[in-house]
């Protein structure tokens, strides 16, 4: 039972241009979704994070949407960068407890 | 990921073996996190623990694995008789405060490869 889906595998971006990266939740419970970054043998990153009550968070270069009646999430990064080439995973959680993960979203970014 | 130490790295194992993995939070953290990822999959909880407790085990096989996380030293991921499916990633994270709290951000370590041959 998969209660965090990243339906894309992978995705491609030209350098300068939006990256948008989406994530899926079956859970209603689920009130606080987080994005982190992972490079091939290290651990994830913290990027960026939003409660149930907003529905758009910004840091930088990095945007995060909440669609709560859809029960949907999507990354922005804008512009994008090679150094954003990354496996960026989505995160949810109850209360602050416990991460579920989605399968993560292998992002590209070509020069 | 400065902070959330993890060791060993890397750790092979034969079958039957033991392995431990330990896991040092960062400075001010007393709550502590395991997570295991297979290959091609997100990571999956394992366990929780505060110092000396054990909160939430839920993700955690019933057999062979354990994890403590005394009142000094790291946080111990404890598997026995290791077997070829226990191959993966395993990573610990820590938070500043505990759950019901606003902004529970967890931040990873590095994370130890087992491999058993």
């Known amino acids: 039972d998969q209660q965090v889906k990243q339906n894309s595998p992978s995705l491609s971006v030209q350098e300068g241009r939006i990256s948008i990266l989406n994530c899926d939740y079956t859970?209603?419970?689920?009130?606080?979704f987080l994005w982190y970054k992972k490079y091939p043998a290290e651990g994830p990153t913290f990027l960026i994070s939003i409660s149930s009550i907003k529905d758009k968070n910004e840091d930088g270069r990095f945007t995060v949407f909440l669609n709560k009646s859809a029960k949907h999430l999507s990354l922005h990064i804008v512009p994008s960068q090679p150094g954003d080439s990354a496996v960026y995973f989505c995160?949810?959680?109850?209360?602050?407890?416990?991460?579920?993960f989605g399968a993560g979203t292998i992002l590209r970014v070509k020069s | 990921n400065a902070g959330v130490m993890q060791n060993p790295r890397h750790l092979v194992r034969r079958r039957g073996q033991e392995a431990r993995l330990r896991c040092s939070p960062m400075?001010?953290?007393?709550?502590v996190y395991w997570y295991r990822q297979l290959p091609e999959e997100g990571l999956k909880f394992m366990v929780y623990?505060?110092?000396?407790?054990?909160?939430?085990e839920s993700g955690m096989p019933k057999e062979r694995f354990s994890a403590e996380f005394p009142k000094e030293g790291p946080s111990i991921l404890r598997i026995q008789q290791v077997v070829r499916g226990d191959s993966a990633a395993y990573f610990c994270?820590?938070?500043?405060?505990?759950?019901?709290?606003?902004?529970?951000?967890?931040?990873f370590g590095a994370g130890t490869r087992l491999s058993v041959l």
């Open positions: 859970n209603s419970m689920f009130d606080y």
């Open positions: 994270a820590s938070s500043p405060r505990g759950p019901n709290l606003a902004k529970n951000i967890q931040y």
């Open positions: 995160a949810a959680s109850e209360y602050g407890n416990k991460l579920v």
């Open positions: 623990l505060q110092k000396e407790n054990i909160i939430d």
């Open positions: 400075k001010g953290h007393s709550h």
